[in-house]
Every structure is written in C-alpha cells, then in structure tokens.
C-alpha cells in the first residue's frame, strides 16, 4: 500500500490491502479492459485490410469500401480503445490509492460503461450499412446518418459519466484527508478526467448542431463553427492520451526497474502545465484554413508548441530516474549504465520505446506547427505516419506495457516468465512495423502522396507510380503490426483468465528519501480550471463569434461515396 494512501474506512483500507484488489472495483477495470483490446483486435484486421487495399496489393470486395473501413478503423481506435483503456487503468489506481471506489462511483462507472457501449452499438451500424463513410474526422460537409451522431451522443455522456465519478471519489478523499496531497496517481486521474470533461464539451455541441442537419430539419450548416468544435476536443484528446502514458513514465516504471520517482512537484506542475494549456491548440490543425487570422492562428500554434515545456521537463526526469537506478545497481562510465536497465521486462521495455518514439514524434508535431512546413505536409500521408508514431507507438506501446502488470493485479493472477518473453517479442514485433509503416507513411508524404484517399494510381502518372514501393513497405508494417495485434490480444486474455493464481503488485514509485516537500498550491484545482477556461475564452471565444456573426455561406450535407 502506498503509505500516502489515506482513507476513511479503515476497513477498505485494511482489506485492499489483504486482498490486493478490491474484486467489485476490479470488475469494472476488467470489463474496460476487454472492451478495450477487442476493439483493437477488430481495429487492426480493418487497419490491415486499409493497409494492402492503399498500397494497391488487396482489392476490396463490392459490400465494402475503403472508406468504411478507414472510418471504422478511426472510431474502434481512436475512440473505443483509447475511452475504455483510458478509464479502465485510471479507475483501478484510483481505486488502489484511495483505498476502494464510493459505492455510487461504481454505479457510475457502470452505467457509463453501458451508455459507451449502446453508443457505439448505434455508432457502428451505420458505418457497416455504408451511411457513415465520413472518417474520424466526422465534421461536415459531409454527412453520416443522424444515427451515427447520436450514437456519439451517448458515447459521449459515457465519458461525462465516468469523469463525475472520478471527481467524486477525489472529492470524498479530499474532504476526509484535508492538508494532505492528493497521492500521485489520482492527481494524474483527476488531470486526464478533468480534460476528458471541458475537452469533450465543443465536440457535444458540434454534434448536437450536426444532428438536425443529418436529419434534414435545417438546410445548411455552418462549417467553420463545426471544424473548429471538433479540432477543439480532437486536439486536446491527442494530449488526453499523451497524459495518460506518461502517467505510467512518471509513477509505474520507475518501481518497475527498481528506482524512485523523480521531484513530486516537478511531477505536478507537468500535470498542470498539460492541462492549463491543452485545449488552446486546435487551430494549429486548421493553419491553412482560410477565414481565421493570422494573429489567432499564432495564438494556438504557440499554445501547442508551449506543451513541449512539459515535455522536455518530463524528458530529463525520465533519463535522471534511469541513470540513477542504474548507477545503484553498478552501473559505470557515462552511456554504459543502461546495460543494468532491466531490458528483458517487458513490463520496461514498451514504455521505454515509447518514450524513445516521442522523441520523433515531438518533432514531427513542431513541423506541423509551423506554417511554412505545415503547408508541404498537411493533406499528405506525413500527417498519417506522424500519428502512428505518436498515438501507435509512444502511447499504445504504453498501454500494452501497462496491461503486463495491470490485468494481473485485477484478475489476481500473475506474469509468467513465458508471457513476459512473448510480451518482448510482440514489443519487437511492434516497434519494427512501425518503423516500416510510419517511416513510410513520413517520407511518402514527402513525395506527394494525399492521406484520406484510396489506391489510385492517377491515370498512372509517374509521379504517382514512384510512391508504389513506399506503399509496399506500409503493407509490410501493417502485416507485423497485425501479428503484434494477435499476440497482445492473446497475452491480455491469457493474463486475464489462465495465467497462474497469484498476488501482483500495483507498482507505484516512492519519493526519493532527500526529496522537498510539495507545495500546497498545487493541489488547487480550481484555480488551475479557472485559468484553463480563460486560456479557452481567450483563443475561441473572438473566432467563433466572428465565425457566426460574418458566417460564410452554410453547406447542404454531402455524401461523397
């Protein structure tokens, strides 16, 4: 039990730490989890289809297209897997650190597990019947049917439900601990929750005005406010998932190789830093859209390109906590100490090559800050490469890294020798196929070649024709990454129902002994809130008003296949 852990029922707090786990709160991780990892199941054999249908190498049959498939692979990934890990892992630490979720937190947690479930139920029906082909991206003009929205709708209140079910837990902890720091990994919880809620609040509204229009009631839409809603939430949601891995950087791996965390407040203000600033960045998608101002523009770019304080703080915490592990365990000269980093424990590994994946990828997300370089890469496929190495490497090899621990701790079950060796090869496995689709996709897009689009060789133009052997090498990511998809999968529910019985541990690093006290004002969320809303209210509230007072022309809804 971590001995910041305070709580006020002795009893709960007594018995999770008998039991290790508490089984009804355990319950509600597992369901998250399953859901989870069979949409990536699902989400990786339609990536793979979209992989050889792009490069030209699968010809899709008549009853489906490439375009259901990209939307579909966007919604089960980037929404279904990354909503239901999200909550699933944040819910068990919440509940390991606070000594056991309120019983109306349960209850919460449940029903918004249904509420996601019957949205996607509503969500993906639509797609399969061809009347949602609108991407991930879903604003108009284009148009699903009215269905599909509503069934975000639900997916949506889901998310709410499960954020207000956080933030009364830490309310109750709070009330009953007063004076005290909320412990580290619920401070994590509360950020992404708090994130998860105000971030997802444009999205609902785009959505709600999208629904009369899908339903034909009004005849046009006002696309500009709708784009803007959606980067809004799709901007923050790519940093919902950043602090979600790095949770793990900071709190989980360094026990796992034996080490301490590194400064509590430095830990703290890189939460709060991420959250304050986080929403005031949308527009930095839309940098070549006409009908928003330069300076506006600048506003957000420089926002975004703020969240690599964060980033480059989190970087030097990360490698200080390694080297100084390493070099208590005998590590000697100055680069040779990573040789007593524990490379064979998967449960190290995947988040370090995460980590390490980040650093490319930070990169590629200041060349899309940029205008100038923006302009070269924005509707090519550099944009699709820089997002699987971002979300596909630097936070799904997080995940995957989590569940070695984390699906045994719920299940009371523990990591074999055997599956950690299989976790190390599937590590391998995932890391090479992203490097050969990723790499691809980046310089591809170099070259010319539009994202969003199915094979075409364009009347085979020579241009065109000369990106077919960089399409090879997707096809040939994409098929390792499927194989690193069914050996996940196997290793989650191997972990889950069929490993050996047993206790492990929920890994949560102590302090360092000589580490300064942590200053009370970080605990003021509703000062870090305030200045988030008014960051918010700066960036959108003048764009948005002009976008409605001097609307350019609506557009009728568009079905373009």
């Given at each position: ?8 029922s ?13 089984l009804?709160?355990?319950?509600i ?8 990892f ?17 490069a ?22 980037v ?19 606070l000594g ?17 479930i019957?949205?996607f ?8 019947m061809?009347?949602a ?6 604003y108009?003009?284009?148009?699903a049917?009215?269905?599909?929205y509503?069934g ?5 209140l ?7 079910g ?8 709070r ?13 994590f919880?509360?950020?992404?929750f ?9 999205v ?6 999208i629904?009369p ?69 949308g527009?930095h ?5 006409p ?10 770019v420089f926002?975004?390109?703020a969240?690599?304080?964060?980033s ?5 915490a ?5 080297e100084r ?13 990573y ?6 424990d998967v ?28 302009q ?22 997080t ?10 701790y ?25 490097l ?11 070259l ?25 090498l997707?096809?040939?990511?994409g ?20 490993a ?13 002994d000589?580490?300064?006290k942590t200053?009370?004002?970080?605990e ?8 988030m ?16 007072v001097?609307?350019?022309?609506g557009?009728?809804?568009?079905r373009?296949?």
């Amino acid at each position: 039990m971590d001995p910041a852990v305070s709580t006020t029922s002795p009893f709960r707090q007594k018995a999770n730490r008998v039991l290790g786990v508490n089984l009804d709160d355990a319950k509600i991780t597992k369901s998250y989890l399953t859901v989870a990892f069979l949409a990536l199941l699902l989400g990786g054999v339609l990536g793979l289809l979209q992989g050889l249908n792009r490069a030209g190498l699968l010809q899709l049959p008549t009853w489906i297209n490439y375009y259901q498939i990209l939307t579909a692979h966007g919604v089960l990934l980037v929404v279904v897997l990354s909503a239901f890990f999200t909550i699933g892992y944040f819910y068990a630490g919440l509940s390991h650190t606070l000594g056991g979720l309120l019983p109306k937190v349960r209850r919460m947690a449940w029903i918004g597990f249904w509420m996601k479930i019957v949205g996607f139920v509503i969500a993906v029906i639509p797609i399969l019947m061809n009347n949602a082909s609108v991407m991930y991206t879903f604003y108009p003009p284009m148009a699903a049917s009215p269905y599909f929205y509503i069934g975000l709708v639900f997916i949506v209140l889901g998310v709410w439900m499960c954020a207000f079910g956080a933030f009364i837990n830490v309310a109750d902890w709070r009330k009953n601990n007063k004076g005290k720091h909320l412990p580290i990994f619920s401070y994590f919880a509360t950020g992404v929750f708090v994130l998860l809620f105000f971030g997802s609040i444009p999205v609902a509204i785009e959505v709600l005005t999208i629904i009369p229009w899908s339903f034909g009631w009004v005849e046009t839409i006002n696309v500009m406010v709708a784009r803007t809603l959606f980067w809004a939430f799709g901007h923050t949601l790519v940093n919902i998932w950043y602090l979600t891995a790095i949770s793990a950087w900071y709190v989980i791996v360094p026990k796992i190789i034996g080490g301490r965390r590194f400064s509590d407040t430095l830990t703290r203000v890189v939460i709060i830093a991420l959250v304050v600033m986080n929403i005031t960045g949308g527009f930095h998608h839309q940098i070549i859209d006409p009908g928003i101002s330069e300076s506006v523009k600048f506003m957000h770019v420089f926002m975004s390109l703020a969240i690599g304080f964060p980033s480059l703080m989190t970087a030097y915490a990360m490698f200080r906590v390694f080297e100084r592990t390493a070099r208590k365990q005998g590590g000697k000269g100055k680069v040779a100490w990573y040789k007593k980093l524990p490379w064979g424990d998967v449960r190290f590994l995947a988040p370090f090559i995460a980590m390490v994946a980040f650093l490319p990828g930070g990169a590629g997300g200041i060349v899309q800050s940029t205008n100038q370089l923006d302009q070269v890469v924005h509707n090519t496929m550099w944009i699709v490469g820089h997002f699987h190495l971002t979300v596909g490497t630097s936070v799904v090899l997080t995940f995957f890294g989590i569940t070695y621990w984390l699906v045994p701790y719920i299940s009371k079950r523990v990591l074999t020798p055997k599956i950690n060796k299989l976790g190390v090869i599937q590590t391998i496995i995932w890391t090479v196929g992203m490097l050969f689709m990723s790499g691809s996709m980046h310089y591809v897009g170099l070259l010319g070649s539009p994202r969003r689009t199915a094979y075409s060789t364009y009347g085979d133009h020579a241009t065109a024709l000369g990106w077919d052997p960089y399409f090879f090498l997707l096809a040939i990511g994409g098929t390792l990454l499927m194989i690193g998809v069914i050996i996940q999968v196997y290793a989650v529910f191997h972990l889950m129902f069929f490993a050996p019985k047993g206790e492990t541990e929920f890994p949560i690093a102590e302090e360092e002994d000589n580490a300064s006290k942590t200053p009370y004002w970080t605990e003021r969320w509703g000062v870090w809130i305030v200045m988030m809303l008014m960051l918010v209210a700066m960036a959108y509230v003048i764009p948005l008003v002009d976008f409605i007072v001097n609307a350019p022309p609506g557009s009728p809804p568009f079905r373009t296949w």
